[in-house]
């Protein structure tokens, strides 16, 4: 592996071909985040002697970037985990004690939460027993032991705030990185500490356990409450590790071995030189308080940078791997790349070699991070290359970064572009904190007697709602009681409950009250509790959400933020989940457990297959958004549901088989293996994933998948039923490149999410850590099957930053990474950056205050409490439907006849400035300044319409016996709803619509006085760029247009036709035969196009009549089928029925006469 | 009235032990002229059961069973017009009416072959004219009609009061225009919980100096005072088991309760003397 990385580094080969290499390795799709080079002889013949070693490459560079990173930056904070221990063979690292194998991704998972229940046991004991395929074994074995270390990284705690950093945020300083300078504690990873050579292996946890103010600094030690992870005997090889080492080593492993061997050779003669390892220099990095004012960051420079083209080759090939998806969890990397842009200094190790000369330093023998120069360089020099990911991160974290004076320092181009997208984003997140719990309403139609079996039951259930009410109550009391537990406050209660139920019908009962108050309190964000509202939250919303969400907001913000653990936090149940999680456990009901999964089952197909998007948006891209809005949060909902759904359905069903023993090995592990593969999977997820994947809803299906498989054994993922599973999201991972991006691509926020979600599964202790880099990728790149939709949820914009931090809160962790910098920096707390608060959008003119329509809208959420759900339902239809509606009714009239004016105002501004008319540009800002002010009245007309449409629609699709009260309060609200959401569409953007509008037409007019050169021009680029876009035609099943696509694009092909081609266009050959006989197969038969396409034709004076005619009868003599024969023959009697418009001498002698282009072509 | 827990503290001590007597309720009202007649009597009637619930095992021994009986007998010997069984109830502190009843059911075994019912016996109360025995029928009655705290009387009382406080809200939320359904309506449609009102679209109660309003969904009419032994019970077996229904509601004490008990409304649970004036509710528009 280091030979690899030492060729790149003389430059035998080039970092396009390293990465074809591996990529190749593992897939076959091109590489396309790099430019590709010819291949040249001497590459190929250089790699491919190393081609056994492909599959470690990654893993060889991760880690050899952690390590790299860690020589330089014991101060630093806690490196993230790295990748499974792959090959760290470096040649000549002075001074460098023999190194176990370093496991590793353990430490990602610090112990976040006292794991006192058996469920989470397991997750506990994270032991670091994998490691890259093939390793461990030679490193005297000592494989297992590595993630034992319990004096890994702890979390922020360390520290405490520097400078003059502000003591008014003190949630910046959460992520603040521990003192790392206490070596014992934390030893540089790659290094033994001394005097601990029989010792587990130390090594780097990712930080953060959530960190209170108390934890000062002088008290490091209580930082580390992370107990010893793992005990399991080093002789023993995991269970989950299924590479081939020892006697079966492959030939690539053996010929690493040999390498591996020199290598430790090497190591112990330099050992011998310089007895003493590297040591802390306890002078450097005192724990104690008093001394931590003294640590200054070191200014970086740019000019100190020490071996520029080796940093920026290693960055190369680094941020490749990236952007290929090579390695496991994009935002891991971003993660560390962050650790080393905010390096604060750099420890000098004793024996390293300041005076290195210029041969050494371009060889892997010099450490590839002299200085923090080097690492802020260097990492500069990844951010570059992912700058579309970066600007796609929320507001807050853009804001860090385009702040971060390094970053502006030594890539002034990059901190523009991010404050570009920090001005331009619109991604704030938040997530608010909730009311309390409401209970689950009473539903005469499935609570009362007449859905129990007997009157006992019907009275049973009544008791155990109370009792359930009763318990939740109390745990809200008192969980964050110290001391307070909840099997003891509550599992006899709990089980003398669960023990009342008898029939089975009373189960089913309790357990859809117990789904229903679960998805009400957890659909929130970080599950730290939910919406008032039950199972859609979209009223709230919708509905003044502003209003209710600030008070949250603020709430949230005095609150310290729960840290989620991390960049790789492991599953967890925060906030109310961990009520249920624990009512579960105490509870221990094998009956109760069965009912919920199949109820849990139940509702994740339901919300699974549901129709998403409700409402086709209409493609008109202008007030498409107006459906999207709606669209997006319905799916937000949707998705969180089910994720809530999947993670416990997760948990109960991997319940009975997860234990804190290890994993069990060898004939043990066979036998359990033969027992499991034969019971059935508690819900069909494979064929969900498949079906998810084939019909583009892969970011609805993944999300909650991987919820799901994160509560899994270690024995899932042997079973090939659950394998199969892992090698679709292995190669849907692949698949997702964030650079390609077109038209019938995925979302490029969907498949952030996707990879976010994905690189976090990989990292559970439970997968197997060579899963992903031992699985041998597809020989061809991931393709959903050729049936699949052309369009599909995959293709909208449905994911947005709220729900991407919503769903995967630890990418968060980048932001407070860097607001730890500027919070531990002096003199760095006021960005330059104006923060810009918009109280509100001013968007009706008179408003009831803020405080009444807090309370109505309070109102109306409440109002759906005691209401059956499908009214709830019904009122969001009809307001998200007028709302709609009224936009486009809006455009209709109002734009239109505004529109009408700027027509007649341009045709008089023409008439008193002549035929040349002037600038068209200026004439637009003329009609645009006069015009544009009339858009306010869009505001009360939208209200006028909502107003008028929406009582009639839900008074017609209420049911009859609906109270007066409820009917009138239904249609107020459905008013407020669908004026609400129109009028938030129309004032952010109906000055944009007339400008849109006025401007087409004035090119209309324009275009109707005679074409300009210049506007000729434009148009020529217009129809180049729009050729790109032409899609290949297959054949017609698979690529079906919607029906005002189609139409646009015959207008867009006509109007090529007629203004752009220089030359005749051979338009009969549309009507050859050939091409009419597509039309045959398709379903249905789209002649009214054609007869458009025809009546264009002639308008356009592109064809004349008798030319049509002609064709249209030798159709007749080709053969069709019948039907179609008919149909043909009856569009050709409409289309010559019509009236004869007498055509205007001038567009015939057009056809015919060559145009000024061909006579000056041919002159 | 909404009293604090020191008012409250204060009024229960002077009812240590006070017969439950028209004087004694005369009394009352003397010391605390600022309080109601009826959050006195409430409060008199509520601390007298407690106080009758602390003693009633001493009462219904056999050995105090035979010597009340014994003196009753002794006593209408002599005098079979006086009071006898009430001044016997009064001079060994128990309920007028439980003493008859215990005298009754005595009087009754002696008499009878079989031990009598307790509907024979509780309809022998509301109406002694059935006893057969016309100077016990006498004694039981003068006993019923001077207990104000026990007995068919004060019961039909308290549930005519509690009766006619319904009306009165109902006839509130009908003049507010606030529809709702009845408890009658509830227990029609199957619900196994029935307040005496859910509000079919709920309004919010705003309070002076919140910022936030509380959501009112139910309302629950209590003709009596809240202490906090008949306030606990009730949440336990009625307010909570509403809240986890319906959501948040509103429980009316007509006749006060205890400032300290009003500490749920957070959770949903809201206490009030009378119909609150400030309420808001859907709007027409909202927008």
Redesign the interface.
Known sequence: MAAVLESLLREEVSVAAVVRWIARSTQGSEVTALTRPQDNAGEAAALSSLRPLRKEFVPFLLNFLREQSSRVLPQGPPTPAKAPGASTALPGRPGGPPRGSRGARSQLFPPTEALSTTAEAPLARRGGRRRGPGLARERGGRGLEEGVSGESLPGAGGRRLRGSGSPSRPSLTLSDPPNLSNLEEFPPVGSVPPGSTGRTKPSRRINPTPVSEERSLSKPKTCFTSPPISCVPSSQPSALDTSPWGLGLPPGCRSLQEEREMLRKERSKQLQQSPTPICPTPELGSPLPSQTGSLTDEPADPARVSSRQRLELVALVYSSCIAENLVPNLFLELFFVFQLLTARRMVTAKDSDPELSPAVLDSLESPLFQSIHDCVFFAVQVLECHFQVLSNLDKGTLKLLAENERLLCFSPALQGRLRAAYEGSVAKVSLAMPPSAQAVSFQPETDNRANFSSDRAFHTFKKQRDVFYEVLREWEDHHEEPGWDFEKGLGSRIRAMMGQLSAACSHSHFVRLFQKQLLQMCQSPGGAGGTVLGEAPDVLSMLGADKLGRLWRLQERLMAPQSSGGPCPPPTFPGCQGFFRDFILSASSFQFNQHLMDSLSLKIRELNGLALPQHEPSDEDGESDVDWQGERKQFAVVLLSLRLLAKFLGFVAFLPYRGPEPPPTGELQDSILALRSQVPPVLDVRTLLQRGLQARRAVLTVPWLVEFLSFADHVVPLLEYYRGIFTLLLRLHRSLVLSQESEGKMCFLNKLLLLAVLGWLFQIPTVPEDLFFLEEGPSDAFEVDTVAPEHGLDNAPVVDQQLLYTCCPYIGELRKLLASWVSGSSGRSGGFMRKITPTTTTSLGAQPSQTSQGLQAQLAQAFFHNQPPSLRRTVEFVAERIGSNCVKHIKATLVADLVRQAESLLQEQLVTQGEEGGDPAQLLEILCSQLCPHGAQALALGQEFCQRKSPGAVRALLPEETPAAVLSSAENIAVGLATEKACAWLSANITALIRREVKAAVSRTLRAQGPEPAARGERRGCSRAFADQIPILGPPAQYRLERGQARRLLHMLLSLWKEDFQGPVPLQLLLSPRNVGLLADTRPREWDLLLFLLRELVEKGLMRRMEIEACLGSLHQAQWPGDFAEELATLSNLFLAEPHLPEPQLRACELVQPNRGTVLAQS | MILTKAQYDEIAQCLVSVPPTRQSLRKLKQRFPSQSQATLLSIFSQEYQKHIKRTHAKHHTSEAIESYYQRYLNGVVKNGAAPVLLDLANEVDYAPSLMARLILEKFLQEHEETPPSKSVINSMLRDPSQIPDGVLANQVYQCIVNDCCYGPLVDCIKHAIGHEHEVLLRDLLLEKN??FLDEDQLRA?????TPDF?L?????M?CPLA???H?I?WIESKASFGDECSHHAYLHDQF??Y??????GLVIYWYGFIQELDCNR???ILLKACFPMNI????????
Do not use: M
């Open positions: 606030l529809s449609k199957g619900y196994d919980k859910i079919q679209v709920p309004v919010v705003l910022v936030e309003g959501i969904h909570w088991s809240w986890n229904r319906f959501g948040p957070e959770r949903g808001v509710t859907l709007c027409h528009s909202i927008a």
